[in-house]
């Protein structure tokens, strides 16, 4: 363990003004955390049940590393991180996995981003000064800490949706509303390309598809000259349109390979599960809706839940459906290695008349990044 103390390559420049705060339920645990960090910045380390309730001025930021499990652990952190000085400091948390629930739980403490077990020096060097910049901040830094921060709250809203759906808690629309403030703010100060490599550094695999597919819907919307309010729409569309993933088994969701046909068809009743749950729930936008139940509809009639076709398919829908299938098409399983831009474009193509030939012929220099 001693040699991630200093990383090779990184201890010849001069260490960056930056200062933080690691908070630990068990310091020895944390110990080869904090050597990581070191080549980061200054490094003070702390029981979690020492945390002060005004952390000094020159943190930038603060990294809890606890059991998730323990609830003592739980609710010190919970009692100080939601606290009013604490609000303005990045707060980045240590999973044990990459596994959703870990996630949800981290955002419901205040999380503004995750890092999880076994560490990768690399990896987690690169996040913290994504993370956490020096002072004074650049302007590589500010762009860094928006696209962060449009990327953690998608994320927050989305996992949100997934706890409290499925237990039938109250949900507000004003919180996605909120999120996509951030995310158009940060596509607009970043291109789609930062945006996806920031996605895919981290997330399960349900949210990560759904960060692609608002990452694509927002540069679409932007390739377009969209108007604001309608750039909007499509962005809270976009985070939501598979929110009925929430009531799939996780063994559907997050298995490596195909389908059995009775898990194809549970999975496909999550058009009509989201929809049911978004409508019983209130204030959700007709147009948020539509794109809820219909994503999957094709313009021919094969599609689902309705089996749709024509103009029974709103605009929104269709551009929808168009992100949402070349999003999934450019995403890798255990049995299928990723495509290239060119050839999930090609895919568009062969699907013909199933999608709206206009609207794909308009997406294809956002698919292809020409």
């Known amino acids: 363990m001693a040699a991630l103390a200093r990383l090779p390559g990184l201890n010849d420049a001069p260490q960056?003004?930056?200062?933080?705060?690691?908070?630990?339920?068990?310091?020895?645990?944390?110990?080869?955390l904090a050597r990581i960090?070191?080549?980061?910045?200054?490094?003070?380390?702390?029981?979690?049940?020492?945390?002060?309730?005004?952390?000094?001025?020159?943190?930038?930021?603060?990294?809890?590393?606890?059991?998730?499990?323990?609830?003592?652990?739980?609710?010190?952190?919970?009692?100080?991180?939601?606290?009013?000085p604490y609000q303005s400091l990045p707060r980045l948390f240590v999973l044990a996995d990459a596994l959703h629930h870990g996630s949800a739980q981290a955002c419901a403490l205040g999380a503004t981003d995750t890092i999880q077990r076994p560490f990768h020096p690399e990896s987690i060097l690169h996040r913290i000064r994504q993370v956490f910049p020096e002072t004074p901040e650049d302007e590589q830094a500010t762009d860094a800490r928006i696209l962060s921060t449009g990327v953690t709250a998608a994320l927050v809203v989305i996992s949100k949706l997934f706890r409290r759906l499925p237990a039938g808690i109250p949900f507000s629309f004003d919180d996605v509303m909120q999120a996509?403030?951030?995310v158009l703010r940060a596509l607009k100060r970043c291109s789609l390309r930062q945006w996806l490599i920031a996605v895919n550094k981290h997330h399960n695999k349900t949210y990560r598809h759904t960060l692609h597919v608002t990452g694509y819907a927002v540069a679409f919307a932007h390739h377009l000259g969209m108007r604001e309010d309608?750039?909007?729409?499509?962005?809270?569309?976009?985070?939501?349109?598979?929110?009925?993933?929430a009531f799939v088994p996780l063994p559907i969701l997050d298995?490596?390979?195909?389908?059995?046909?009775?898990?194809?068809?549970?999975?496909?009743?999550?058009?009509?599960?989201?929809y049911n749950a978004l409508k019983e729930q209130r204030g959700f936008p007709r147009e948020v809706l539509d794109v809820v139940l219909h994503h999957h509809e094709m313009l021919d009639g094969t599609g689902y839940p309705e089996g749709l076709r024509g103009q029974q398919i709103s605009d929104i829908v269709r551009i929808m459906t168009l992100v949402d299938t070349y999003a999934s098409l450019l995403e890798p399983d255990a049995t299928t290695s990723a495509m290239t831009p060119e050839q999930a474009f090609g895919i568009l193509e062969l699907m013909g008349d199933k999608l709206d030939g206009a609207l794909r012929q308009a997406f294809r220099p956002v698919a292809l990044g020409t």
């Open 180 to 182: 996509e403030t951030q």
């Open 255 to 274: 298995k490596q390979g195909d389908l059995s046909d009775e898990e194809s068809v549970v999975l496909a009743q999550h058009a009509r599960l989201g």
């Open 37 to 84: 960090l070191r080549n980061a910045g200054s490094v003070e380390s702390i029981s979690i049940f020492d945390l002060p309730d005004q952390p000094a001025s020159d943190f930038a930021g603060v990294i809890i590393d606890i059991d998730l499990t323990s609830a003592a652990a739980v609710q010190r952190v919970r009692s100080k991180l939601t606290g009013k």
């Open 16 to 32: 960056p003004a930056r200062r933080l705060l690691l908070a630990s339920d068990c310091e020895d645990q944390s110990e080869e």
């Open 230 to 245: 309608d750039q909007r729409r499509l962005t809270r569309a976009a985070l939501l349109h598979d929110v009925g993933k």
